[in-house]
């Protein structure tokens, strides 16, 4: 199975990801049921929970470049009022086919349920791994504005220069991005959503122009909409067709405004475009 164009498919991840070739996929970044029981999993015993999760990740791993990166990003399932954080619970599996853990990213956000008997949560992890050490990554494409930008040195061969990047500083491992709820202009139908910003920051870093961006359980479609605004192809798998919709009218509205801007102005100065929706799988 070859991709030549960003797509959501209707199908098990694990179905899809049989056909696809070895070593052809530069990221994986998606973000997994928490076995929680919501309306768009099945809860199961967390032994049960953790297998299925070993069988995906082996596939992920198989189908990824040896360049390639793994963002898998994850909070805690809770039983009895206990918390079990998956990022611990998963690490040893991806140790298991040897993959590198390069940042524990917290990704720190400002809303969520209140608790009651303990302290309300307000963060989730991203593992981040790769198979080998020349892995991608674009620092330059996701440097954030310097504390102090007109800082300098004040002895050594570099007095009175500036102390810091012109370019920015590496953003830390603790992100803070607004999670999509209620009314965030990106909020779809879909109860749990990436925040475009943050996966933008993870397809610029990890990968360059037309490389695949894969995303197993992609919900309401921002890896792909995220891949297809910075000129990677999109793949998203996802079980239920209500979130396919959502994603695939996400998906449709880019390329559209894609196709506006590629079309150069007539010569009286006026344009009359036609764009045809996308047949997306």
């Known amino acids: 199975m070859k991709f030549t164009k960003s797509q959501i498919i209707n199908m098990d991840c694990l179905e899809v990801m049989k056909n696809i070739e070895d070593e052809s996929v530069q990221i994986i970044v998606t973000s997994p049921p928490y076995n929680l029981g919501k309306e768009y999993e099945r809860r199961a015993k967390l032994q049960e929970y953790i297998q299925w999760k070993e069988k995906i990740i082996s ?129 779809t139908e879909h109860p749990c959503q990436f925040p475009e910003a943050m996966i933008e920051r993870i397809v610029r870093v990890a990968s360059n122009k037309k490389d695949i961006v894969f995303d197993p359980f992609v919900g309401s479609g921002t890896t792909v909409v995220v891949a297809e605004k910075l000129g990677r192809i999109g793949i998203g798998t996802e079980i239920v067709k209500e979130y396919v919709d959502i994603a695939n009218k996400r998906l449709r509205k880019v390329m559209a405004q894609k196709t506006l801007l590629s079309v150069p102005n007539s010569q009286n100065g006026n344009r009359n475009i036609q764009v045809r929706n996308s047949s997306l799988v």
């Open 59 to 187: 596939e992920c791993v198989r189908i990824l470049k040896p360049t390639g990166n793994i963002f898998w990003q994850v909070g805690n399932y809770i039983n009895n009022g206990e918390v079990y954080p998956l990022d611990i619970l998963l690490y040893p599996i991806f140790m298991k086919f040897n993959l590198h853990l390069r940042n524990r990213i917290i990704w720190n956000f400002g809303h969520g349920l209140h608790c009651s008997k303990r302290f309300s949560g307000r963060h989730e992890t991203i593992l981040w791994l790769t198979k080998i050490d020349d892995y991608i990554f674009n620092l330059d494409d996701v440097r954030i504005p310097q504390k102090y930008p007109n800082k300098k040195a004040y002895k050594g061969e570099n007095k009175g220069k500036l102390s810091g990047n012109p370019l920015g500083k590496n953003p830390s491992d603790v992100w803070d991005f607004s999670n999509v709820k209620h009314n965030h202009p990106e909020k």
